[in-house]
């Protein structure tokens, strides 16, 4: 399975990066060492969406804090960049693809990640991932 993050990335050409106790949500939380994710530099942080695709090199959750009932699940990721994006995709690009069940790669990526516009691990459907791939 295929993961993406959205992050705050301060340095995009960096070539590892550590995203500690990051939200997860769509699957995110299983995440591990050796998957495929997708990286997206937040907008919400002056990022630009997808600038890179990487390999996870390590992943461990965080500890649920004690007294909270509700919290969604942490995961502390470090990953390896492998390719750059050639082609931007960001908010912009995926704000149309709003008819959440037309089935489109397109559309999964705008719900998971501009829906709710918190930054996050999710993990992809097989079409997704294929469809990112494109951008390499």
């Known amino acids: 399975m295929a993961f993406a993050i959205k992050a705050e990335i301060r340095n995009p050409g960096a070539k590892t990066f550590a995203f500690p106790a990051q939200k997860t949500m769509y699957g995110g939380k299983r995440i591990a060492a050796g998957d495929v994710v997708f990286l ?7 990022g630009q969406g997808l600038i890179a695709r990487a390999v996870v090199t390590s992943a461990e959750a965080v500890a649920r804090k004690p007294g909270i009932l ?52 999710v993990g992809l459907s097989d079409d997704a991932a294929a469809y990112l791939d494109g951008f390499f």
Do not use: M
């Open 70 to 121: 509700r919290q969604t699940p942490r995961v502390s990721i470090a990953v390896k960049r492998v390719a750059l994006a050639k082609h931007r995709l960001g908010r912009a690009e995926l704000k149309g693809h709003a008819d959440w069940n037309d089935g489109r790669p397109e559309t999964e990526l705008n719900f998971k990640f501009y829906r709710q516009a918190t930054n996050k691990i």
């Open 40 to 46: 997206f530099a937040s907008e919400n942080e002056g």
